[in-house]
């Protein structure tokens, strides 16, 4: 049972509700620690200056904002203390859309909300919510910062999904449609065939992060104590140009002849 | 903007050049460190045991175990196990829109046509909007290997990262209690309380009715919703004039919105086109125009120092008079309308006579 990260309360209309923020998402990124390879000691950080290597205490550390190349302005702890938003346990639904007006690209993260007491007027919600096909937007403070969200119903549980601002979701206008290259009807009935020949369901268990199941095998191999065999090193992440392409072809051919 | 990566989309034999661009920014703007003068800083690793500073080659990195051992993983090995350099966005299978949870997406990007060709760019997008379908598939960018949705979205293809399923709860995983029985009278007072506020977006106190003159369906979702709510919410007002707002406007498009919402009436009322084609007159054109039930304008003022309409008001500026001023539209002034209303009081109207 996950523990919930923060308990507040919905604030709709004259209405409120107490509930529990859980994320809905599990954080599988395989964490390592950076140690020292000759007597595998964890390393410790040190903050220095860059010009005299002169190492700076936390409380010495400032934010600087750049205005330009050449000048920047130092950020106090009292400016920051200034835009800290004052603490408060509501969530502000301030009004309610169509469930289809936000497209993917304002969702950034997501989380569900589970009762704090009143489950009866939680699943209430949740169900009014899925009978109007809407949903809320939401606005709260939580660990000192502001956000926008938007409520909703899954399968009669209600989840909050933070959104980006605005001034954060791009708009792209790089695409001229060269009226020269409308496709014709032939060219898309033809494309229309290709795409309905692979149609199928929405099936995320058919993919897994195999380079983290990789990363694991490995990990519990050398657990294990098992020898694990030194494989040649992958070209780096550079794009690849004819010239390495050609190069690692002919790589391929003598490691075939070798063994 | 410079493109993160290139490469191709793959299904089936086609390929398409794209290049991979970021569709959002980050909430704040990027700080740097510096002390109380203002010197940068920079960060050194030292030894925990030798208390002295480390370069990059004497560190390596280790993962603790659940026992506490700690499995020291190299350089090599990590590259053994990475994901193999591909520049290809292979689609497995293309799925509708509406199937994929919101709590699956994770970051967008653009993808934009690369290469001199753009007709497959093109092609894939006009077919994936028509069938409502996105396009799953995985690549690999910066030694990571993303599961993605291609979007095809206003003309534009889109590449949204996703989750693993591994990496999403459910309520079950997260322990929330059963679903629950809702009483009806509670679920109607919330539904009641979410109509209450789903209306509250045009200004209280103004006077004026809005009536929204364009395409609505040519604006990005969220706009073309707020209009339409704010049409709604002002649509009972009387004491103030009626204000026409052209978004996504275009006369011809208005002409062509027009003649097919006749058809779709007529059909509705059982008339075939011949019968509609013998009784057609201007007047069923003009009671289908966005501005039905208004009268023709009298006067247009066309400002910016253009000498054409632009297709604006088509249909209903037949018999209008027409005033040009060289200001842009933010910059006329009411000086500017009285003389244009001067202009208009002497001239003769002719009503096409």
New interface residues.
């Given amino acids: 049972?996950?523990r919930a990260m923060w308990k507040g309360q919905l604030q709709?209309?004259k209405?409120k509700l107490g509930i529990k923020l859980?994320?809905?998402?599990?954080?599988?990124t395989?964490?390592?620690?950076?140690?020292?390879?000759?007597?595998?000691?964890?390393?410790?950080?040190?903050?220095?200056?860059?010009?005299?290597?002169e190492e700076?205490s936390k409380d010495?550390?400032?934010?600087?904002?750049?205005l330009s190349a050449q000048t920047?302005v130092?950020?106090q702890p009292d400016d920051l203390e200034k835009l800290v938003p004052p603490e408060s346990r509501d969530i502000q639904?301030?009004?309610?859309?169509?469930a289809?007006?936000?497209?993917?690209?304002w969702?950034e993260r997501?989380y569900?909300l589970?009762?704090d007491g009143d489950?009866?007027?939680?699943?209430?919600?949740?169900?009014?919510?899925e009978?109007?096909d809407?949903i809320?937007i939401a606005r709260w403070v939580m660990r000192k910062k502001r956000y926008v969200g938007?409520l909703?119903a899954?399968?009669?549980?209600l989840?909050m999904?933070t959104l980006?601002?605005a001034?954060?979701?791009?708009s792209?206008s790089?695409?001229e449609?060269?009226k020269s290259?409308?496709?014709q009807a032939s060219?898309?009935k033809l494309?229309?065939q290709?795409?309905?020949?692979?149609?199928?369901?929405?099936d995320?268990?058919?993919?897994?992060?195999?380079?983290r199941q990789?990363?694991c095998?490995?990990?519990e191999a050398?657990?294990r104590g098992e020898k694990?065999k030194?494989?040649q090193?992958?070209?780096k992440?550079a794009?690849?140009s004819l010239e390495q392409s050609l190069r690692a072809s002919i790589a391929a051919v003598k490691e075939k002849k070798v063994a | 903007m410079r493109p993160l990566w290139s490469g191709t989309i793959t299904f089936g034999l086609v390929s398409i050049p794209v290049e991979l661009v970021t569709a959002v920014r980050p909430r704040q703007t990027a700080m740097k460190l510096v002390d109380k003068a203002g010197h940068a800083l920079g960060r050194e690793y030292h030894c925990s045991k030798e208390d002295k500073k480390l370069s990059q080659d004497e560190l390596v990195r280790g993962y603790e175990t659940d026992s506490g051992k700690m499995v020291v993983i190299t350089d090599e090995e990590f590259e053994s196990v990475a994901p193999e350099m591909s520049g290809d966005i292979e689609l497995r299978n293309f799925v509708p829109l509406e199937q994929i949870p919101p709590i699956y997406f994770n970051r967008p990007y653009f993808l934009a046509p690369s290469g001199k060709s753009t007709k497959a760019y093109h092609l894939l997008t006009a077919t994936m909007e028509k069938a409502g379908r996105v396009g799953i598939g995985s690549f690999v960018m910066r030694g990571h290997e993303y599961l993605v949705a291609i979007i095809a979205d206003n003309g534009v293809l889109r590449a949204d990262t996703l989750r693993y399923a591994d990496e999403i709860r459910t309520p079950e995983t997260i322990g929330l209690s059963k679903r629950g029985k809702a009483t009806a009278s509670k679920v109607t007072q919330f539904v009641k309380i979410i109509e209450d506020l789903a209306t509250e977006l045009a200004e209280d106190g103004n006077p004026w009715r809005l009536r929204m003159v364009g395409a609505l369906d040519v604006l990005p979702a969220p706009t073309a919703e707020i209009l339409k709510a704010a049409q709604e919410k002002t649509a009972t007002r009387t004491e103030g004039v009626e204000v026409n707002l052209a978004v996504g406007y275009g006369g011809r498009r208005e002409i062509t919105d027009a003649v097919r919402s006749l058809l779709y009436e007529q059909s509705a009322a059982g008339r075939t086109l011949e019968e509609l084609a013998e009784i057609l007159d201007v007047e069923h054109i003009a009671e289908h125009l966005y501005t039905r039930g208004q009268p023709d304008p009298d006067l247009v003022i066309r400002t910016s120092g253009e000498q054409r309409l632009s297709g604006f008001l088509l249909w209903q500026s037949a018999h209008s008079e027409f005033y040009f001023h060289d200001a842009n539209w933010p910059d006329f002034r009411r000086t500017d309308f009285l003389r244009a209303l001067r202009s208009y009081a002497g001239r003769q109207r002719r009503y096409g006579a």
């Fill in positions: 049972m996950a709709i209309g209405q859980y994320s809905a998402v599990e954080d599988r395989i964490r390592f620690h950076l140690l020292h390879a000759k007597d595998l000691a964890p390393v410790e950080q040190h903050i220095i200056r860059k010009d005299t290597g700076v010495d550390m400032r934010k600087a904002l750049a920047a130092i950020v639904i301030t009004r309610f859309v169509a289809s007006v936000l497209g993917d690209q969702f997501p569900y589970g009762p489950n009866s007027s939680y699943f209430a919600l949740a169900e009014a919510l009978r109007q809407v809320g938007a909703s899954v399968d009669g549980f989840t999904t980006r601002r001034d954060q979701v791009l792209f790089g695409i449609p060269a290259v409308t496709p060219e898309l494309a229309q290709l795409v309905s020949s692979i149609e199928a369901d929405f995320p268990s058919l993919w897994q992060n195999e380079y990789r990363l095998k490995l990990i050398k657990a694990i030194a494989v090193p992958k070209k992440h794009p690849a």
